[in-house]
């Protein structure tokens, strides 16, 4: 079983669409992560939530909005898609906030035309 | 604001070498550092974690250190083989944030 998983795996769409990338852990974890890597590979955090609850939004758009159902699911929907959100997004979780090394999932390639 | 830099940003090294890689930070008030590799198309995947309280930790041939004082780390590869081609990043929390900010990571080829 995949600990932490994101669907889709590939998502090419036109700018301006809104779309939405998913992710699932199955590990029990707490704390869970959405991170964009850039055409240069470089990983930037974009929100946190611990127990479902937001802890940290670092500058990103207000286009971008993290959804947390349950501790289990942390969904990242993007609204009004442009150019420059073109890159990789990887979903990951930790035990806990402090001390655990992140789980990561395969990441999403977004491509926007 | 934590910065984390990696040197050298690329190695290519012949099989059986024992490899340095490193990474520095910029603010020493940290809880943990992280050690991952990334394979082309993957995702991240954890190698070592070293509480603040650490010195260093071991898993198979890998062994990372920490020196909190002068903001460094070392990762030290024994005996590499081919299957650690890789891309290999540090992450460490920005100071006073539990979040892991990466560094750019070190792309390392070992060829047969």
């Known amino acids: 079983d995949t600990a932490v998983s994101q669907t889709p795996k590939y998502l090419v769409t036109q700018m301006g669409n809104d779309k939405s990338i998913k992710c699932e852990q199955n590990?029990?974890?707490?704390?869970m992560y959405w991170y964009k890597q850039d055409s240069k590979k470089f990983l930037k955090i974009m929100f946190s939530?611990?127990?479902?609850?937001?802890?940290i939004n670092e500058t990103v758009p207000n286009r971008f909005s993290p959804k947390s159902p349950d501790k289990a699911h942390l969904n990242l929907h993007i609204n009004s898609l442009e150019l420059g959100d073109s890159a990789v997004y990887f979903c990951?979780?930790?035990?806990?906030?402090?001390?655990?090394?992140?789980?990561f999932g395969n990441g999403t390639r977004l491509t926007v035309t | 604001k934590q910065e984390v830099t990696q040197i050298p940003a690329a190695l290519s090294v012949p099989e059986g070498e024992n490899l340095v890689l490193n990474c520095s930070f910029t603010?020493?008030?940290?809880?943990?550092l992280q050690w991952f590799r990334q394979d082309p198309g993957k995702g991240l995947t954890s190698l070592l974690l070293?509480?603040?309280?650490?010195r260093e930790q071991t898993s198979g041939r890998l062994n990372a250190s920490l020196d909190k004082s002068s903001g460094r780390s070392t990762l030290y590869i024994a005996a590499s083989q081919p299957g650690d081609s890789a891309t290999y990043l540090c992450?460490?929390?920005?100071?006073?944030?539990?979040?892991?900010?990466f560094g750019r990571g070190t792309s390392l080829i070992v060829h047969p």
């Open positions: 939530y611990n127990n479902k609850e937001l802890i």
């Open positions: 992450a460490v929390p920005s100071g006073g944030s539990y979040i892991p900010t």
């Open positions: 990951a979780s930790s035990q806990d906030l402090r001390n655990s090394p992140l789980h």
């Open positions: 590990l029990g974890h707490d704390t």
């Open positions: 603010d020493s008030a940290i809880y943990n």
């Open positions: 070293i509480q603040s309280s650490q």
